[in-house]
């Protein structure tokens, strides 16, 4: 347990990554008197907002120096940096979270593996390294199953679900044969995924599990309350929690969860886990007093936790390529909160904005009758 002390209104957190998490972090930071600085390969929706930016190559290792040197702590707004561009930083700075919290993200194989280590279940999977290895997966998964490639894969690419052999030879081909997993097509009764804050003294909250559908492979919405019964959440939290301390971890965790039928020898299997903000937390920025932006940036700056309590129920939806060219309409939508992220191209897939809307808060679950 790392307890640091609190960084004082003025200093300056440092983001890897420029996309719409790193905006909202920023603007979050502002809301407590702190500043940001973005480093990213590209330009992107963070960097209208935040004090500075670098915009470098993530082997610019010249230029990650000045940037760590420049900061008072750094944080990530997406898992998928460079893990050498990482362990520069790591040597000027403070990293929130660190870097092991990043390898376990970035690939699947070694996410799944860890959370066997941890006695965490997860869907069965298998490792693919080649060709050859296909015929040994299949055993162990069944089919359907999903093939994902381990590393860069996210909003569904990089994946495939395979119902034959055939089908699976023919989808590995067609990603590329790269380093991969199989895993079993689980049956799930609903997605969740649980939104756990870790404070540098070791103290994690909660906030209440969003129930999330997706679109095309892209979350669509998250919904509070969830219906997954009240007998289910405490184990949805042991197991954040469990993953929280074994990384150390400190900032906002995200933890994706499939809700299995009762009776399912595992009633809770984790699909994979974010080291950072969630796009199945946005609604906490208008349904809850301190958002899941507003608690990372407590968390990294080594400041107290702010409270995750949800004052409203909620519904987000992504606003996915031309969906915000309904700006208008949507802005005048009352109990409704429109979020934009500033992106000058609405190519298709691409996450453009988010709106929440706002109802009478009613509790995360009723008690079983
Ligand atoms: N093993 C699985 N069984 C059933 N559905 C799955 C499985 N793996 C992925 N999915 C579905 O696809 C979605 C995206 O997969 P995920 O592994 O989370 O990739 P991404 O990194 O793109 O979010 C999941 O949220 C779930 O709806
Ligand atoms: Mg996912």
């Not at 996210?154 to 030879?169: E, N």
């Not at 939104?195 to 492979?217: C, E, I, M």
């Not at 609405?346 to 079983?368: C, D, L, N, S, V």
Request: charged letters at 20%; glycine letters at 8%.
């Amino acid at each position: 347990m790392t307890d640091v002390s609190a960084l004082k209104p003025g200093s300056t957190i440092g983001i890897f990554g420029s996309g719409q998490l790193g905006r909202m972090l920023t603007t979050s930071a502002a809301e407590l008197g702190l500043k940001t600085h973005i480093y990213s390969d590209v330009t992107g929706p963070a960097c209208d907002v935040a004090a500075e930016n670098t915009i470098a190559s993530y082997t610019d290792f010249e230029a990650i120096k000045s940037f760590a040197k420049s900061v008072d702590v750094i944080t990530f707004e997406f898992e998928n940096v460079p893990l050498d561009a990482v362990k520069v930083a790591a040597d000027y700075a403070r990293l929130s979270p660190d870097v092991r919290a990043l390898e376990v993200a970035q690939d699947r194989f070694i996410e799944k593996s860890f959370m066997a280590e941890l006695g965490i279940p997860v869907a069965p999977f298998a490792n693919i390294e080649s060709k050859s290895d296909l015929a040994v997966a299949e055993k162990i998964t069944g089919f359907p199953a999903f093939l994902k490639t381990r590393r860069l894969g996210y909003d569904g690419k990089g994946q495939a679900r395979v119902t034959t052999p055939q089908d699976l030879q023919h989808a590995y081909v067609e990603l590329g044969e790269p380093a991969a997993v199989l895993e079993g097509h689980m049956h799930f009764e609903q997605e969740v995924s649980v939104l756990a804050v870790r404070g540098s003294d070791g103290a994690v909250a909660f906030y209440d599990l969003p129930q999330n559908t997706h679109k095309n492979g892209i979350l669509n919405t998250s919904r509070v309350p969830s219906t997954v019964p009240a007998d289910v959440i405490p184990g949805a939290h042991d197991i954040a929690h469990k993953i929280a301390d074994a990384l150390n971890y400190v900032g906002l965790l995200a933890v994706e969860l499939f809700v299995m039928p009762e009776g399912a020898a595992n009633r809770l299997l984790v699909n994979e886990i974010a080291p950072r903000v969630h796009n199945s937390g946005h609604w906490t920025q208008d349904a809850c007093q301190v958002s899941q932006f507003e608690n990372h940036i407590r968390a990294v700056a080594g400041w107290p936790l702010g409270a995750t309590d949800r004052h409203s129920a909620a519904v987000m939806t992504n606003l996915i390529g031309q969906d915000a060219n309904d700006w208008a309409r949507l802005a005048a939508q009352p109990g409704a909160s429109l979020h934009l992220y500033g992106k000058r191209q609405a190519r298709p897939g691409r996450k453009m904005g988010h709106i929440t809307e706002i109802f009478p808060r009613t509790p995360q679950t009723k008690a079983k009758t």
